[in-house]
Antibody
Framework: QVQLQESGPGLVKPSQTLSLTCTVS??????????WSWTRQHPGKGLEWIGH???????HYDPSLKSRVTMSIDTSKNQFSLRLSSVTAADTAVYYC??????????WGQGTLVTVSS | EIVLTQSPATLSLSPGDRATLSCRAS??????LAWYQQKPGQPPRLLIY???NRATGIPARFSGSGSGTDFTLTISSLEPEDFAVYFC???????????FGPGTKVDIK
């Protein structure tokens, strides 16, 4: 059974960089076959795709965030990561990682709330 | 960018009722559409992919239909645990852009 778990600081100051990691268990990122994605959800709002990464570091990001987003993979730890720079209060959200199968997302991590505040 | 709209925004029903949720795409997505259920404090859970295929472990009371631009998620008889928010989702082929609908909340009447 594939499981994902997000980790990282719950509080980030404005203008700093948000850094999150997703640890995958039950599957190996280096086996290929899947993209690994980040999606966020602003409090009480809908879902917003941030981007995804494939083993081999092929990435695609949502155009609205592309200038601030970097994703990476650490195969030794079976993890993938998100970095979002120059954050503002508008980046306060629950951040989810998920495995992408063709175009749908399954499974998802439990999510982690990141608050941007001084 | 393909935009997904969902209707209604809120559906107030009783346990045992039939729920019919709609998702419309601004241009054809063929059958490449997924549905998710989300409960408070939980991540979305995949219900349906390819418009009509139930994901593993999803009860048969959930069904999906449609193709092109118009899709429907039907819950044949609502169970207490089905009261939640439902999102549809698609992916543009190139560049890959993923979009979600705004959601339909199914609440208890």
């Amino acid at each position: 059974q594939v499981q994902l778990q997000e980790s990282g600081p719950g509080l980030v100051k404005p203008s700093q960089t948000l850094s999150l990691t997703c640890t995958v268990s039950g599957a190996s990122i280096s086996s290929g076959g899947y993209y690994w994605s980040w999606t966020r959800q602003h409090p009480g709002k809908g879902l917003e795709w941030i981007g995804h990464i494939y083993y081999g570091a092929n990435t695609h990001y949502d155009p609205s965030l592309k200038s601030r987003v970097t994703m990476s993979i650490d195969t030794s730890k079976n993890q993938f990561s998100l970095r979002l720079s120059s954050v503002t209060a508008a980046d306060t959200a629950v951040y989810y990682c998920a495995r992408e199968d063709r175009y749908w997302f399954d499974p998802w991590g439990q999510g982690t709330l990141v608050t941007v505040s001084s | 960018e393909i935009v997904l709209t969902q209707s209604p925004a809120t559906l107030s029903l009783s346990p045992g009722d039939r729920a019919t949720l709609s998702c419309r795409a601004s241009q054809s997505v063929s059958s490449d559409l997924a549905w998710y259920q989300q409960k408070p404090g939980q991540p979305p859970r995949l219900l349906i992919y390819d418009a009509s295929n139930r994901a593993t472990g999803i009860p048969a009371r959930f069904s999906g239909s449609g193709s092109g631009t118009d899709f429907t998620l039907t819950i044949s008889s609502l169970e207490p645990e089905d009261f939640a928010v439902y999102f549809c989702q698609q992916r543009s082929t190139w560049p890959p852009l993923f979009t979600f609908g705004p959601g339909t909340k199914v609440d208890i009447k």
